[in-house]
C-alpha cells in the first residue's frame, strides 16, 4: 500500500483533493455569494496551465460549469418554497437582502423584454446574478424554465473566469504569480460596478 502510494504522482494526489474542493467551495459559493468563486476557478486554471495538462483544464471547466449550475438551482429551489410559504424563509430573505431596488428593477424589465436569455448575462455581470434570480422568483417562473437559461449561464460564467486563469497563467513563470494576478482581476471585475456607483452617487 505504501509502496502503490509513493509511486502516485504529486498532481494526482493535488487533483484527488482539488476538485472535490473546487466544487465544493464553488457550489457554497452560488448558495453563499461570499466566496469568490470567479478567482477560484481563475486560481484552479492558472495551476493547471503550469502542469501543462489540457486534460486538467477540461476537467476545471466541467467540475466549475457544474458546481455553479447545482449551486443556483438549490439557491432557486429554495427561494421558490420561501415565496410559496406564508412566513418566507431565511434563504428568500437573504436573496431580497443581496438585490438593492435599483438592481432588481432593472433585472425585472430585463427578464419581461429578453426571458431566460438575461440569466446568461447576469453571471457574467458582477452582482448580477442575484437580482435576476430574485426577479425570476418573483415572476414565478418554472424550476425548468430556469434551469434552462441557467445552463448557458453556467459555461458562459465557467469559460470566461478560466480565460482569465489561462492568460495569468500563461504570462508567469511560477504559478503563484498567476495566481495572484488571476485573484486581482477577479477581484477587481467583482468591485468595479460598486465603486462605479458610488462614485456616481457622490457626484450627483
Known amino acids: 500500500m ?4 509513493a509511486q502516485v504522482p504529486p498532481e494526482s494526489t493535488q487533483q484527488a483533493v482539488g476538485y472535490p474542493s473546487l466544487f465544493l467551495l464553488i457550489v457554497l ?7 469568490p468563486t470567479g478567482a477560484l476557478v481563475s486560481s484552479a486554471a492558472v495551476v493547471a496551465v503550469h502542469q501543462s495538462a ?11 460549469a457544474l458546481a455553479a449550475f447545482l449551486g443556483d438551482m438549490a439557491l432557486y429551489w429554495l427561494g421558490r ?15 431580497r437582502d443581496r438585490a ?12 419581461a423584454d429578453h426571458g431566460v436569455l438575461v440569466l446568461v448575462l447576469s453571471r457574467l455581470v458582477p452582482a448580477g446574478r ?16 430556469f434551469a434552462r437559461g441557467d445552463v448557458p449561464a453556467c459555461l458562459a460564467w465557467a469559460v470566461t473566469y478560466q480565460l482569465i486563469g489561462i492568460l495569468g497563467g500563461s504570462l508567469f513563470a511560477e504559478p503563484w504569480e ?5 485573484v486581482g482581476l477577479t477581484v477587481l471585475i467583482s ?13 450627483s
Open 2 to 5: 505504501l509502496a502503490a502510494a
Open 29 to 35: 459559493g452560488a448558495l453563499v455569494p461570499v466566496v
Open 54 to 64: 489540457p486534460f486538467a483544464l477540461l476537467v476545471v471547466f466541467g467540475v466549475s
Open 81 to 95: 418554497r420561501g415565496m410559496r410559504s406564508k412566513n418566507g424563509s431565511r434563504w428568500l430573505a437573504a436573496i
Open 100 to 111: 438593492p431596488e435599483d438592481r432588481l428593477a432593472q433585472a425585472q424589465e430585463k427578464l
Open 130 to 145: 442575484i437580482p435576476v434570480m430574485l426577479a425570476c422568483l418573483m415572476a414565478k417562473m418554472p424550476l425548468r424554465e
Open 178 to 182: 498567476g495566481v495572484a494576478v488571476a
Open 191 to 203: 468591485v468595479a460596478p460598486t465603486v462605479w456607483r458610488r462614485v456616481r452617487r457622490t457626484a
